[in-house]
T-cell receptor
């Protein structure tokens, strides 16, 4: 299996600020996935990050709001920009190197 | 468009019971189907992956089956324990997710 770590594990932020979430994988992977899980909801895919190219965003998510970096095959960051209380969610990083999908522990974000 | 539905949304049973969680999908062209558990406020833990050519997978007290023709997958949990209490999600990785079944096992 793939082991994924995320930082921070949780944060409380003020409206209008930005937070960058880091995701580190213990093996090289082509694609990394970022998800949002709003309170009481299932997962929604935000974007897919490929090393060496721009991330691919799902409908309803834009680069200006959720910029993503993918500097190498084991690391990615997701920034939540200009935050509002509606951004309060768990943000999850995921990889699927051989068909099976693995997740990081998540970042619980609360926006006041 | 592929959709995944999980029934029931919540289930509470006494310890020791065998139980079945259901997952249905609309498109039989599904490739893989994966079951996860999620503890409150935590990430997701992979339980079982059923690949396209397979019909079932087993791990300990868990057994998952996949019937593409009927558009259904089931997760069977034998001899349930309080530690099995969690939300169980099925997914067609990486995009299509069920809403989950919240399972409570009462001691």
């Amino acid at each position: 299996s793939a082991v994924i770590s995320q930082k921070p594990s949780r944060d409380i932020c003020q409206r209008g600020t930005s937070l960058t979430i880091q995701c580190q994988v213990d093996s090289q992977v082509t694609m990394m996935f970022w998800y949002r899980q709003q309170p009481g909801q299932s997962l929604t895919l935000i974007a897919t990050a490929n090393q060496g190219s721009e991330a691919t965003y799902e409908s309803g998510f834009v680069i200006d709001k959720f910029p993503i970096s993918r500097p190498n095959l084991t690391f990615s960051t997701l920034t939540v920009s200009n935050m509002s209380p509606e951004d309060s969610s768990i943000y999850l990083c995921s990889v699927s190197p051989w068909g099976e999908q693995f997740f990081g522990p998540g970042t619980r974000l609360t926006v006041l | 468009k592929q959709e995944v539905t999980q029934i029931p949304a919540a289930l509470s049973v006494p310890e020791g019971e065998n139980l079945v969680l259901n997952c249905s999908f609309t498109d039989s062209a599904i490739y893989n189907l994966q079951w996860f558990r999620q503890d409150p406020g935590k990430g997701l833990t992979s339980l079982l992956l059923i690949q396209s050519s397979q019909r079932e997978q087993t791990s300990g007290r868990l057994n998952a089956s996949l019937d593409k023709s009927s558009g259904r997958s089931t997760l069977y949990i034998a001899a349930s324990q309080p530690g099995d209490s969690a939300t169980y999600l099925c997914a067609a990785p990486q995009l299509i997710w069920g809403a989950g079944t919240k399972l409570i096992i009462k001691p």
